[in-house]
């Protein structure tokens, strides 16, 4: 107060003893032109804090798609990297492995005992053709045999047999007429001669009956019937033979090839099995689900920097609960280190911006305020909103975790052209700013013959200038006081 006193005193000694202004000070004239000022603007924002370290818990199996719970840790609690936080029911599992352990060493003997086949086969399928080919050329050998040999001489044959049979008649017929009159010259028939002579009437018996029954049966028999008959069974034989011939040389290759394929069907099983048998005890080893990281136990997965699955992984978290594959059920967070996510609507883009200064509020301690700046905003029109703003915190404090809320005012500077005077013109007394108008003006020495005090209003303050937006008007000459030493 006493040298804001002293210096009213100097400009009083200056309006009484007129001196040149340069010397003890200057003046400045309000122009009619604009200045640049930047204007400060608070912009609250609804936010919440968000751990920069967090690493979402889920189970990509392999082959075990079934996750039953049979225990698993609460939510907010403190875990160490490879700690324990859900376990799986592996009864099913262990059950399964040791019956396809089982099945694994079947499959390895069926595929060895195919593949002995398929060396089996592969050795005898040309030795079984060309044997196949032999029998093929032996049935054309017997027929053309047949057809030479044979049937030009049926008609011949039979002719023959038939003399044949009328000659044994005719010699037989013979023999008893000339037994029968030498036994008839005797006086006395001996009991031997009578039983020659009987032998020798059954025999002409016989011969009488073979000889009609050639004439009336057999002879047209194997005329009619018999070779006809038999010319069919040989082409049909020759063509059986043709007909197995082809069988062999179409479907024994084929055969073998459906072996091969067999065999390459059954190792390629065998390995896809084995396979399948690694991702299930690979599946077996991840049935306790460890933390990926130390930090906090959350359920669910970060959204936005909220939970919105937590209530329902928590009923599924119970023991018999049933998990999904690929879903994040659990996250675990290091609470240390937070930054804010804070929703912007669109009418609070304007100035919005990496670096603008940011004091957050925890809604929970209101009496805490953290500083920081904005690190990041993320505008993406794909609607109305929200848009997105991340604080970066300065510091932070041990009570504040993921998920709680806050209110995140960012300080925007906007410019805009307003009237400004040198700040070292405006001076402030007993709570009223106010500037030396200078009144009356030497017009040839240019010394200020008389000032004024003239109250003023102020806006805002950049660098060495400051907005005056009551109080001037253009073309009014201000005093500027000198510095005191």
């Known amino acids: 107060m006493r040298s ?21 000070g200057q003046t400045y004239t309000v122009e009619g032109d604009l200045h640049t000022i930047e204007v400060p603007i608070e912009r609250p924002l609804s936010g919440v804090f968000e751990a920069e370290e967090m690493a979402p818990v889920s189970r990509v199996p392999k082959e075990w798609q079934s996750m039953e719970v049979l225990m698993a840790v609460d939510a907010g609690t403190v875990v160490e990297k490879g700690a324990p936080l859900v376990t799986l029911v592996t009864d099913d599992l262990d059950e399964h492995i040791a019956k396809m352990t089982d099945d694994l060493v079947r499959a390895k003997v069926a595929m060895d005992k195919a593949r002995e086949e398929l060396r089996l086969l592969e050795k005898s399928t040309q030795s079984d053709l060309a044997w196949e080919r032999r029998v093929n050329r032996v049935a054309h050998e017997d027929f053309d045999h047949y057809m030479e040999r044979d049937f030009p001489y049926r008609e011949e044959e039979l002719r023959l ?14 023999e008893y007429d000339e037994l029968k009159r030498m036994y008839e010259a005797d006086d006395l028939i001996e009991t031997t001669e009578k039983l020659v002579l009987s032998q020798q009437e059954l025999r002409l018996a016989h011969s009488n009956l073979a000889n009609e029954r050639y004439e009336k049966f ?23 033979a043709d007909n197995k011939l082809e069988r062999a040389e179409t479907l024994k290759p084929i055969e073998l090839q459906l072996k091969r394929l067999e065999v390459s069907r059954m190792t390629s099983d065998l390995d896809e099995n084995r396979r399948k048998l690694d991702d299930l005890r690979a599946d077996r080893a991840t049935m306790i689900i460890r933390a990926p990281q130390a930090g906090m136990v959350y359920y669910g997965e970060c959204v936005r920097g909220r939970w919105v699955s937590a209530a329902d992984v928590a009923n599924r978290l119970r023991p018999g609960g049933k998990l999904n594959a690929r879903e994040v059920f659990m996250t675990v967070v290091d609470p240390s280190a937070l930054f804010v996510r804070a929703d912007a609507e ?20 209101p009496s805490l305020t953290l500083e920081g700046a904005v690190r990041d905003v993320r505008i993406i029109p794909c609607g109305p909103g929200p848009y997105t703003v991340f604080v970066e915190l300065n510091d932070t404090n041990e009570a504040i975790l993921p998920g709680m809320t806050c209110r995140a005012t960012l300080t925007v500077h906007q410019t805009k052209e307003a009237v400004a005077v040198p700040a070292a013109a405006v001076s402030a007394d007993d709570g009223e700013t106010y500037v030396l108008l200078c009144k009356q003006i030497d017009e040839k020495t240019g010394r200020v013959i008389e000032m004024v005090r003239q109250a003023v209003e102020v806006g805002c303050r950049k660098d060495d200038t400051v907005e005056i937006t009551k109080g001037l008007s253009q073309g009014d000459v201000i005093w500027i006081a000198p510095a005191a030493e």
């Open 4 to 24: 804001k006193r002293m210096v009213m005193a100097i400009m009083l000694v200056l309006v009484m003893s007129p001196m040149a202004p340069a010397a003890q």
């Open 161 to 174: 047999n038939k003399w044949s049979t009328e000659l044994w008649r005719e010699s037989v017929l013979l």
């Open 218 to 240: 057999d002879y047209a028999w194997q005329q009619e019937a018999l070779w006809p008959r038999t010319m069919e069974q040989k082409r049909r034989d020759l063509l059986e």
């Open 346 to 365: 669109e009418k609070d883009l304007s100035g919005l911006r990496k670096g603008l200064d940011s004091k957050v509020v925890p809604t929970g301690y």
